[in-house]
């Protein structure tokens, strides 16, 4: 089979996925070159694979996703003498762990996407290997029938012309041969068909064709022998299994002619059988272990996956799913070694089985230590409950392993419902994001799925994986809100609130994202481009309105960026680039941020403070912290949790709340902390909280949060 070096439109590789890829079909040549019938060398073997390496690394990323390259390299492989079984199971261990490591280069496909791709691709590779192997077998079995026709041709000259030369043919064939009359009575059989039979020739005389019956034999079989006998074809060919005398399975391709006399007249059968028994098996042997779990023996995803859609499939029947992953495992991976890890998985999927024995239940391993359950039939809003009870309880008693007690727990998400409403990737998305509400809930529990938590999960999802992209494509923008001065009403700043305007779900708050982003790591760079732009926007109100214009810029940062080795010298860079003064900016840092902070996390924060940056405790009174802390804090900023001055915006206000309001304020006053306040709504709270002696605040009494320009039009209103 001649194979492109490169597939059709590709160009050059860059260095680095060339390298990936050439280590792969190394590992892959290293497995099957030495159970490969070649005269290739080891090099020219390799050079071979590669482009087959890299139509695998084509199919795994293309979209739309197409097994067809993975079926076409099967194919190939038998193309060049990779023929024994070894080869194909070696090709698919290395495909099922190497593939995704070496060519899964980040596109937009997630993990759990490309190894469920790479398991499909294994079983098309498998599927065109089997297909590849049994055309050469035809062909040659081809050969061999069209030599047992002019055999049989000869037949019929020698029965009427020498008997020796039909017997020369007859006995010499190297498929077995049988000869009957019309009635189906054997009459004569070669040695080749004796042995196929188990070696006792009275076994096959002594029997009658129809009753050599099989309970697999398909109707059109008997059809067509019925329509042979009574002259009404000339033959027939079909796949047919046979019993021997020992109860074993004889499967054959047969081939059964019509012999006619020197007049015409129908006289005898002539039977071709080639033994397929052996194929069939390695057909059987390459559909098992393309459908099954190397490590558990338990179907794997492929087969799972075909087992629920045919579950899915009829509109009448109900269908329950349990979603399994186990609690800790990496730990006992990581603390015990992979071989434990590895065991204690084979326990896992025993006491699974154990548990899914009824009709319709399947256990499956879709791969690490995720595991599914489905159960099928007309209750199984009650049957599905029951079996996630059972995998509970069978993994509640400790395993053994290396003399340890090892207790395993797990986290189950429960989908049940009518099928033929949902495809089994939404079935099995819909129970992995139930199974982390389990495992959030506290784990070893199951939960059955929710419609409105899914719909949330799977915006919080295409929301994390967007996040990137709306940075680099100008999707965040900044509204900032006024910070009033008590005392005079004057605008004494600004604080910055960056927004996301998403191109679906429109403007999203930072409550949405922000936690999103801290997930990821993006917290980081995004916080980075608010300091730049807030810093950027402040000393343009500088210089743009010299009558005045807010005298501080208030950026929020996150605890991730509190930890970020470069916060201190990005700042220093963002304020010396725009000429602002470092007295200008104020970097508002949450309580709970700073709860039992060590001297290493405050040293950037002292540093910061140090060169005249204001720091300001946001959120102060909800992070139960020591008021004894605030002297070792660099902060020279409170503001006061909106949860304390709520109370205020009824008359009369809330005693309980003035005197808190009023110590706290004595507290910061004290330590030379100025106080502000958030959340302010009305007249009469701004008032008592001048009362107070609050010196700051903001809320929707002065101004909502909006554009840049909108600040200095306030500023202006509050000068006249």
Known sequence: MNVPSQPSGSGAEPDGLEDRLRRFVTIWSRAIFPVTATSLTRAEFEQHLLPLARELRTALHDRPFDTAPAFRTGVALVGVHCTDPDALSRTLGVIDSYLVLYCGEEDGNSTEELRARCARLQHAMAAGFAQALRERTLAEQEAIARSAL??????????????????????????????????????????????????????VLSRNVSEWAHPEDGPHVWKLYEELVRGEREHYRVEKPYFRGDGTVLWTNLTVSLLRDAEGFPQYQLALMEDTTERRLLNLRLRYEATHDALTGLPNRTLFFERLEKALAPADSRFGLCY?????????????????????????????????????????????????????????????????????????????????????????????GPAGERTPAEVLRSADITMYRAKAAGGNRFEFADAEADARAITRHGLTTALPAALERGEFFIEYQPL?????????????????????????GPDRFIPLAENTGLIVPLGRWVLQEAVRQARFWQTRHSDGGPLRINVNLSPTQLHHPRLVADTVDVLERSGLEPGALCLEVTES??????????????????????????????????????????????????????????????????????????????????????????????????????????????????????????LLADAV
């Open 324 to 416: 399994l992953d186990l609690d800790g495992f990496k730990a006992i991976n990581d603390s015990l070694g992979h071989s434990a890890g590895d065991r204690l998985l084979v326990e896992v999927a025993d006491r699974l089985q154990s548990c899914a024995t009824a009709p319709g239940e399947m256990v499956a391993r879709l791969g690490g230590d995720e595991f599914v359950a489905l159960t099928t039939g007309p209750h199984t809003e009650r049957d599905v409950a029951e079996l996630a009870n059972r995998i509970l309880a069978a993994l509640a008693a400790p395993i053994r392993l290396d003399g340890r007690e090892l207790t395993v727990r797990g986290s189950v998400g429960v989908v049940e």
């Open 593 to 714: 941020a700073l709860i039992g902070a060590d001297d290493d996390l405050l040293k950037p924060l002292r540093q910061l403070a140090e060169m005249g940056v204001d720091i300001a405790l946001d959120d102060f009174g909800t992070g139960y912290s020591n008021l004894a802390n605030l002297r070792r804090l660099p902060v020279s900023v409170l503001k006061l949790d909106r949860s304390f001055t709520q109370g205020m915006q009824q008359h009369p206000a809330d005693p309980v709340d003035l005197k808190i309001v009023e110590g706290i304020v004595s507290l910061a006053h004290s330590l030379s902390l100025a106080v502000t306040v958030e959340g302010v709504e009305t007249g009469a709270q701004a008032q008592q909280l001048r009362d107070l002696g609050c010196d700051t605040a903001q809320g929707w009494y002065y101004a909502r949060p909006g554009a840049p320009d909108r600040i200095h039009s306030l």
């Open 150 to 203: 002019s055999a049989r041709s000869a037949a019929e000259v020698a029965l009427h012309a020498t008997e020796s030369r039909f017997r020369a043919v007859f006995d010499g064939a190297a498929i077995g041969i049988g000869i009957a009359d019309l009635e189906g009575n054997v009459l004569e059989v070669n040695e080749t068909l004796t042995r196929m039979f188990g070696g006792l020739e009275h076994q």
């Open 484 to 508: 009033v001065h008590l005392g005079d009403g004057s605008v004494h700043g600004a604080e910055a609130l960056v927004r996301w305007c998403h191109p679906q779900h429109g403007v999203l």
